[in-house]
């Protein structure tokens, strides 16, 4: 039988593959998210996201300078703040000697040239576990604007390189930038949870946090009046659209496996970079099927990582990071 286009003859070895292989996936691709707790010397496991810890501000410097050895990069920052520091407004958030802004100094401090991307939202400093104030029973999108760009002014006099707004609310981006540029921080970027869907697959993360929506009937019970719909995709072009206008320097796409569609079509008509999350839900789902013996736990964090790169990621979050960094330096 005479074929002569066989696509078979670039796949004989892993030498010829690795040669025609079109998507490289190496450290620099990866932001490790942190948990950071009060107190010293301590480190608690997260039941639900096997391998992931809360770290008192000690452990999370040196947890920092090990993932810079391993040749990661950058860290999403986020505080699990204490119930008597919550209240409607958020004002810890602000705290010049807030924990989050006392974490940013000291792994500044310890790895200057590691990026610290700071997440900017109100959800676990809110009595409420919603990422804006509410007012009259609703989230008042104008009011957490201004709490949003106090965090973000505190934030970058503490040392932040890249501010990471995750509350979607409408015009933040612009207030941000304006206040950023008002203030001299000319130089800290922002990259704007653009198209962040309100997701079942976020809930290891709110438990790591303790900052899921409370149960209260005079206020709203989920994220859906300002996170995305996720049988909308036409929506997000036009998030995106609307944060880059006001300032945005990256864009966030978020869950990342089961939104890969929206992740290539906003690849498609953008050339900022673009992140993509992948999310607390997805991990725990690989590790729970790794952990049963379903798939193979290096092969599946390995390929599920490509796979985001490969639909346009340039920068992904991942809590796989470090054990990704060593599987690709083994």
Not at 20 to 45: H, R, Y
Request: aromatic share 8%; glycine share 6%.
């Amino acid at each position: 039988m005479i074929i002569y286009s066989r696509n078979r003859r670039l796949r004989v070895s892993q030498t010829l593959r690795s040669l025609v292989q079109e998507t490289v996936l190496t450290t620099n691709d990866f932001v490790m998210p942190i948990f950071v707790m009060e107190g010293s010397g301590k480190k608690e496991a997260i039941p639900t996201m096997p391998g992931i810890f809360r770290r008192s501000l000690d452990l999370t410097v040196l947890e920092c300078k090990e993932l810079f050895s391993l040749g990661i990069k950058a860290v999403n920052l986020y505080m699990k703040v204490s119930e008597n520091l919550k209240d409607n407004t958020g004002k810890e958030s602000w705290n010049s000697n807030g924990l989050m802004q006392n974490t940013i100094k000291a792994i500044k401090d310890a790895v200057p040239e590691m990026v610290i991307m700071p997440d900017v939202a109100l959800d676990p400093y809110s009595i409420f576990g919603h990422d804006g104030i509410i007012k009259e029973g609703k989230i008042d999108n104008d009011l957490t604007n201004d709490a949003l760009v106090k965090m973000s002014i505190s934030l970058a006099e503490a040392g932040a390189d890249i501010l990471a707004p995750s509350d979607m609310m409408d015009g933040r981006v612009l207030a941000m930038r304006t206040a950023l540029e008002e203030n001299n921080f000319t130089d800290v970027g922002i990259l704007s949870y653009a198209a962040k869907y309100a997701s079942s697959f976020y809930g290891p993360f709110r438990s790591a946090l303790d900052s899921a929506p409370v149960d209260n009937k005079d206020i709203p019970k989920d994220k859906k009046t300002y996170q995305m719909d996720f049988h909308n995709s036409r929506e997000a072009l036009d998030e995106v659209y609307k944060d880059i206008s006001e300032g945005a320097d990256i864009i966030m796409i978020k869950p990342g496996m089961p939104y890969l569609d929206i992740v290539s079509k906003v690849r498609e008509a953008i050339d900022l970079p673009i992140a993509v999350y992948n999310v607390s839900g997805e991990y725990a789902m690989l590790k729970a099927a790794a952990q049963n013996g379903w798939i193979d736990n290096d092969k599946a964090i390995i390929e599920s990582l490509t796979c985001i790169k490969r639909a346009g990621a340039d920068l992904i979050f991942t809590y796989a990071a470090k054990e990704a960094a060593v599987l690709l330096q083994s």
